[in-house]
C-alpha cells in the first residue's frame, strides 16, 4: 500500500514538474518529503525539469536530491554534457547552482570526457568559464587518451577557448599541462601544428610561461620535424616557422642564462641542461666513447694479466681480504670496468629508447651488455663464494693449503701450474 501510494505522489510530482505548477509539488513535498528515496519514479524528475527547462524546479530537485544529476541519459552522457555541447549557457548556470562537485567529474561511455571536456571541444567560451569558475580543479582532468583540455583545443581548433583555458591555466599554476603528452605522446604544439591552429599558442613559448618546443612524441618528431611536413608553406604558415625558430633559440638561451627564471612547477628556475639537443649528442659520444674502452681494457687484460697460474693453485681467501686489496688485482679492475660499462649501457639505452626504432636500441644495448658478461667469463679467474665460512674461494686446492701471493707470483709456481695443466 505504501508502495502503491508513493508511486501516485510521485506521478503527481511529475505531472506539476510537466505543468510548472509550483503551488501543487509544495504541498505534495512537504506530505512525503521522503518520496525522493522511497517512490519508483517512471522518470527522473531532475532531467525532466532540465527537458523542460523548470529552472525552478531544477534548483529545489537539485537541493533536495542532487545525485539526480548524475544519471546517464545518452551515450553515457548527464544532462551536464549536454548543456555543455549545445552551449546552453542558463542550463549550466542552473546545474552548477547545485553545489554539487561529483557532477563535473562524470565521465562519459566513449572516450571518458567530463563536461569540460564537451564545452571545450564544441568552442563554448561561455560555458568554460562557468564550469572553471564551479570547478577550477578540472582543468586537469585527462581523457581515456591521455588528452588535456588544450589538446581538445588545439585538435578541434577552438582558439577562443584555448585563451580562456590558458588564463586559468596561469591563475592556478598549472602551466605544465601545455607540456603534457597523450598516448602517442603528443604534446599541444604537435597537434597544433599539423591542425595549423596556433593562435595564442605560439605567443606563450616566451620566457614568462614556457612551453618545451624540443619536445618529442613516440615517433621521436618534434613540432619542427612536423611544420618540414608540410607541403608548401604559404606566408602565414612560414611565419610559423619562424615563431618555432625564435621559441627554440629562447628555450635554449633560457637554459644558458641562469639567471633567467619561469613559472614551471615541473623545473626549478632554467631548463635543465640535459633537455638541450646539443647536450644530449655530446653525452651520447661519451658514453660510446666509454663503452668501447671498456671492452678494449676487458679484450687486453688476458695479455698483462694471465689467469693460467691462478687455476693451478689453490688460494684461500677471507672476506675481509677484499676491502683490504688482497684479492687478485684483476679482481678489482674488472669490478670498476664492469659498474662504468653497466652505467654507460643503461643511460645510453635510455637516451636511445627515446628514437625511432628505440626498440632496437634497447634490444641492442642488453646485446651489449651480454657480450661484455660473456667476455668477462673468459677473463676473469674462477672463484666460488662459500657463505656460510664467509670465505671466498678459488677453483682449485694447494695440497698445502696455504695463501700464496698473487700479485707478482715466482717463476717456480708458474711452472708447477703449468704441470699440473698438461
Known amino acids: 500500500m505504501a508502495a502503491s501510494n508513493n508511486s501516485s505522489v510521485s506521478s503527481k510530482l511529475l505531472d506539476a514538474i510537466t505543468n510548472d505548477d509550483m503551488e501543487a509539488w509544495q504541498p505534495l513535498i512537504s506530505a512525503n518529503p521522503k518520496v525522493f528515496d ?17 529552472f525552478a524546479f531544477i534548483l529545489v530537485i537539485g537541493n533536495i536530491k542532487p545525485e539526480l544529476a548524475l544519471q546517464k541519459i545518452q551515450d553515457g552522457t548527464t544532462i551536464l554534457h549536454l548543456s555543455c555541447i549545445y552551449g546552453d549557457d542558463e542550463m549550466v548556470r542552473a546545474l552548477v547552482g547545485l553545489h554539487f562537485d561529483q557532477l563535473y567529474y562524470v565521465k562519459d561511455r566513449e572516450l571518458s570526457m567530463i563536461p569540460l571536456h564537451k564545452a571545450v571541444m564544441h568552442g563554448r567560451v561561455d560555458v568554460i568559464s562557468l564550469l572553471l569558475s564551479a570547478c577550477p580543479d578540472s582543468i586537469g582532468e585527462l581523457t581515456s587518451e591521455k588528452q588535456t583540455v588544450f589538446h581538445l583545443a588545439a585538435d578541434y581548433c577552438s582558439p577562443d577557448a584555448f585563451e580562456v583555458l590558458l588564463g586559468e591555466a596561469k591563475k592556478l599554476n598549472k602551466e605544465y599541462l601545455l607540456d603534457a603528452q597523450d598516448c602517442h605522446g603528443n604534446a599541444v604544439l604537435h597537434i597544433a601544428i599539423v591542425k595549423m591552429c596556433l593562435p595564442d ?50 628555450e635554449l638561451s633560457l ?39 671498456a671492452f678494449t681494457l676487458t679484450c687486453s687484460l688476458p695479455t698483462f694479466f694471465p689467469k693460467e697460474y691462478l687455476v693451478a693453485i689453490a688460494l684461500v681467501f677471507e672476506l675481509k681480504d677484499l676491502v683490504n686489496g688482497k684479492f687478485p688485482l684483476i679482481f678489482y679492475i674488472m669490478s670498476f670496468i664492469t659498474v662504468l660499462l653497466t652505467t654507460s649501457t643503461c643511460i645510453l639505452s635510455v637516451l636511445l629508447y627515446s628514437l625511432p626504432c628505440g626498440s632496437l636500441m634497447l634490444l641492442g644495448g642488453f646485446a651489449t651488455f651480454f657480450l661484455y658478461l660473456l667476455l668477462a667469463y673468459f677473463v676473469m679467474p674462477k672463484f666460488s663464494v662459500r657463505c656460510v665460512t664467509n670465505k671466498v674461494l678459488s677453483k682449485f686446492w694447494s695440497p698445502s693449503k696455504k695463501r700464496l701471493p698473487i700479485r707478482n707470483p715466482s717463476f717456480k709456481i708458474q711452472m708447477v701450474g703449468l704441470e699440473m695443466l698438461s
Open 38 to 54: 522511497l517512490a519508483i519514479w517512471p522518470e527522473n524528475p531532475l532531467i525532466l525539469a532540465c527537458k523542460l527547462r523548470r
Open 201 to 250: 599558442l605560439t605567443s606563450s613559448t616566451g620566457y614568462g610561461f614556457l612551453i618545451c618546443v624540443n619536445a618529442k612524441n613516440m615517433k621521436g618528431e618534434t613540432a619542427l620535424d612536423l611544420y618540414d611536413k608540410i607541403p608548401d608553406p604559404d606566408y602565414e604558415t612560414r611565419h610559423i616557422d619562424f615563431i618555432l625558430r625564435e621559441a627554440i633559440r629562447r
Open 255 to 293: 637554459s644558458d642564462d641562469p639567471g633567467l627564471h619561469h613559472h614551471h612547477p615541473k623545473w626549478s628556475g632554467t631548463i635543465p641542461p640535459w633537455r638541450t639537443l646539443e647536450t644530449k649528442n655530446v653525452l651520447l659520444v661519451v658514453l660510446a666513447i666509454f663503452i668501447g674502452l
